[in-house]
C-alpha cells in the first residue's frame, strides 16, 4: 500500500484528501483494520509509522525537509500547551468532519505547509488524529537521522536560558559524539534540576526525584 500511496503522491506532488480517496490506495482504515484510542501504544506508532514515511518521502522529494522540521516543532509546542487541541484529536465526542473542519482550521492559522495540513485532514476523515503524538515523535526521529543528529528531551522547572541549552547542547554532543538537537519543556513539579532523555537513557537530577529517593529511604528506616 505504502509504495502505491507514494507512486500517488509522485504524480500530484501533493498529499491531498480528493485525490487519495479517487486513487483509493490511502484507505488506512481497511488496510490494517479498526483502531481507536484504547488501542496499545505499540499499535498507534505502527499507524503514525506508516503516515511519518510517507509525509517524509514526500517532503524529501520535493526539498522541504526544512519546511517539514518547523512543521513538527510548531505541532509539538501546540500540543503540549494547548489542553483543546489535546481533546480534538483524542476524544471519540467529535464527529469525522468536526476534527476535519477543526484540525484544518487550526492548520492553516499555525501556517502549516500544504501537505502536512492535508496530511491531518486526511488524519481526521480516517479517525487517526490520536496517533499525532507519534506521528511528531517518528518524524523528529527520521529528520535527527537524515541530519545526522540526535534529540535530547529536556525537561526543566523553568525555561532555559539560550547560554544553558547552549552548553547543555555541548556537553549533550561531546558525550554521545553527534550533534544535538535539544527539545525543551518546562514543568514546574520539578522544584530545581534537570530530567534529560537522549533515546533510551534519562538523567533525572531534578529535586523532586532527589525527594522522592529520600522518602523512600525514610520509609525502609521506618
Known amino acids: 500500500m505504502d509504495a502505491d500511496f507514494n507512486a500517488s503522491v509522485t504524480r ?21 483494520g479498526r483502531v481507536d484510542v484504547a488501542e496499545p501504544v505499540s499499535i498507534s506508532t505502527g499507524i503514525a509509522g ?28 501546540a ?6 487541541l489535546r481533546d480534538l ?20 492559522k499555525m501556517k502549516l505547509s500544504g501537505s502536512m495540513t492535508n496530511l ?19 518524524l523528529r526521529e527520521m529528520l535527527s537521522v537524515e541530519k545526522g543528529e540526535v ?6 522547572a523553568k525555561a532555559l536560558t539560550k547560554a544553558q541549552s547552549d552548553k547543555l547542547s555541548k556537553t549533550l554532543a ?8 535539544l527539545i525543551a519543556t518546562v514543568d514546574e513539579s520539578l522544584i530545581g534540576g534537570l530530567v534529560v532523555k537522549v533515546g533510551s537513557k534519562m ?13 523512600n529511604t525514610m520509609k525502609e528506616v521506618g
Open 12 to 32: 500530484r506532488g501533493r498529499l491531498t484528501l480528493p485525490s487519495c480517496r479517487r486513487s483509493g490506495v490511502v484507505d488506512w482504515a481497511q488496510d490494517i
Open 50 to 77: 506508516r503516515y511519518a514515511s510517507a509525509m517524509f518521502d514526500l517532503a524529501r522529494e520535493d526539498k522541504g525537509i526544512a519546511a517539514l522540521e518547523t512543521d513538527v516543532d510548531a505541532l509539538d509546542a
Open 79 to 84: 500540543l503540549k500547551e494547548s489542553a483543546d
Open 89 to 108: 484529536i483524542s476524544s471519540p465526542l467529535y464527529s469525522r468532519d468536526d476534527q476535519q473542519a477543526a484540525i484544518t482550521a487550526i492548520a492553516k
Open 120 to 138: 491531518l485532514a486526511l488524519m481526521a476523515s480516517k479517525r487517526r488524529l490520536f496517533v499525532l503524538p507519534q506521528l511528531i515523535n517518528v
Open 151 to 156: 534529540t535530547a528531551e529536556v525537561t526543566s
Open 174 to 181: 561531546a558525550q554521545v559524539g553527534k550533534d544535538i538537537k
Open 203 to 215: 538523567i533525572d537530577t531534578s529535586i523532586r526525584s532527589k525527594l522522592s529517593a529520600l522518602q
